[in-house]
């Protein structure tokens, strides 16, 4: 079934330890996003692609870091973990650009930091 | 910035309509999404409105548009238990990166 697949599903993490969240899409899809989301806050955006090769920062950056060697991957990395990165992270992509094509999501990522 | 308000929580009877509401800020928004959360899971897209229209209908689902006062709706007819979720709006233009969130309403059903 096409869809994004995250790994891992949860994690509980020691602060200072890095991490690595994986998302890869079958869809062919340009653009990749990653939010994270926090109980009364929504989802804020993190870090962008909008297509392999580049990448761009969202609303909530620092502590994050990610590439896009491909079409169908774009790991998130936090260096060194901290409390405050306990959160739900999602991965979501979309065709094309901004304006003309709705976000498919991830299930996914509960990540705690302890 | 772009900015997106929802109430947090909403609660309905099963069988009634649920009216979730929605302001924005951006008035150059081109498109407005409804995605829909259930526990554990990710965001499935539930419809969307493209900025020139005023209503959509598909099935028991309604979006109104009021693009004047940057206020679009979601109802819901005959609501049931299966409903139950956080619903999003969410907006985006051509001008953005991304799509801008809103905090996402709680739909609960009483029985």
């Known amino acids: 079934i096409a869809g994004i697949t995250q790994a891992p599903t949860s994690q509980i993490l020691a602060a200072g330890r890095r991490m690595t969240l994986r998302c890869t899409q079958d869809?062919?899809?340009?653009?990749m996003y990653w939010y994270r989301q926090d109980l009364g806050l929504g989802l804020r955006l993190i870090h962008y692609s909008n297509t392999a090769g580049t990448t761009g920062k969202g609303e909530v950056p620092d502590g994050y870091s990610v590439s896009r060697a491909n079409t169908d991957d774009f790991p998130l990395t936090l260096a060194s973990a901290v409390p405050s990165q306990t959160s739900v992270y999602f991965c979501a992509s979309r065709a094309t650009g901004p304006g003309d094509s709705p976000l498919h999501f991830g299930n996914g990522t509960r990540l705690t930091v302890t | 910035g772009e900015d997106v308000e929802q109430s947090l929580f909403l609660s309905v009877r099963e069988g009634d309509s649920s009216v979730i509401n929605c302001t924005y800020t951006d008035s150059s928004s081109t498109y407005l999404y409804w995605y829909k959360q259930e526990p554990g899971a990710g965001l499935q897209l539930l419809t969307y409105i493209f900025s020139n229209m005023d209503m959509k209908q598909d099935q028991r689902l309604t979006v109104l548009l009021n693009k004047k006062d940057k206020h679009l709706s979601l109802r819901i007819a005959d609501t049931q238990t299966g409903d139950s979720a956080i619903y999003f709006c969410?907006?985006?233009?051509?001008?953005?990166?991304?799509?801008?969130f809103g905090t996402g309403t709680r739909l609960t059903i009483i029985p």
């Open positions: 969410a907006e985006d233009n051509f001008g953005n990166e991304k799509l801008t």
């Open positions: 869809m062919r899809h340009n653009a």
